[in-house]
């Protein structure tokens, strides 16, 4: 990446951001936002299990999402020859996987029926849909307040067991 | 929109790799048969529905969040 290489975003929630053009992550869109090609995955807190996803086309768009399995461990979603595809992935081991958090002051919930793939070394990231319907799209996450579960350690965010 | 009739047997092309085919027609249900490379990524309408309502939700929420509990879960990273 060479010093130039940056891409500038007037942020409504983060203020002046400046993400290095390599990080730079392409989804192609996301359902509901078919526009919002280009994303930045930013670690606010290293003790927060959640990351934030910042649109870098939409200065209104941000998910907050955070890696399912930190959460549940057993999560272990069944991906398609089409759903590696997307990211460009021959293999799963290539990927990252994130689901998108919704915060609300009466407790969040990860979207588990559709996570996130991102594949770091093309820059490419997919929400994908799974097929088998056995996650849910709104699983209450086991803390009762995210900020809490932000600043609590792993093991207790991990003292309920899932399913 | 494009509205062609179908009978069971018959099929229709979209592009040059994805055939839909009228498997049967019975009690106001139509069964179809969807060939399609593996990189097509196939969905009924209302599961895709879902996840664009739930992105919704999550987009919106990140802001009445902050706004409701006026804690740190905003701060430039």
């Given at each position: 990446v060479t010093a130039d290489a940056w891409v500038t975003l007037e942020h409504v929630r983060f203020g002046t951001l400046r993400v290095p053009e390599g990080e730079v992550l392409h989804f192609g869109g996301l359902p509901g936002f078919p526009g919002a090609d280009r994303f930045a995955l930013l670690r606010?807190?290293?003790?927060?299990?959640f990351l934030w996803l910042v649109s870098l086309d939409d200065p209104q768009l941000c998910f907050a999402v955070a890696d399912p399995r930190q959460f549940f461990p057993a999560y272990a979603p069944v991906l398609s020859a089409a759903h590696l595809a997307s990211v460009q992935a021959?293999?799963?081991?290539d990927l990252e996987l994130y689901a998108i958090a919704t915060l609300r002051t009466e407790g969040a919930t990860l979207n588990l029926a559709a996570p996130l793939l991102v594949h770091a070394e093309r820059r490419r990231g997919a929400q994908v849909v799974l097929e088998?319907?056995?996650?849910?799209l709104r699983e209450p996450l086991p803390a009762p307040r995210p900020p809490d579960a932000a600043r609590a350690p792993a093991a207790q965010i991990e003292s309920k067991p899932h399913r | 929109v494009l509205v062609l009739t179908r009978r069971p047997g018959e099929s229709l092309r979209l592009g040059e790799d994805v055939r839909v085919t009228v498997l049967s027609v019975a009690g106001g249900q139509v069964r179809l048969g969807i060939e399609a490379p593996a990189s097509v990524s196939v969905l009924r309408e209302e599961v895709f529905e879902r996840v664009v309502q739930a992105n919704r939700e999550a987009a919106a929420a990140p802001q009445a969040f902050t706004r409701a509990a006026g804690d740190g879960a905003g701060e430039e990273p």
């Open positions: 606010h807190d290293r003790a927060s299990p021959r293999d799963e081991r088998s319907g056995d996650w849910p | -």
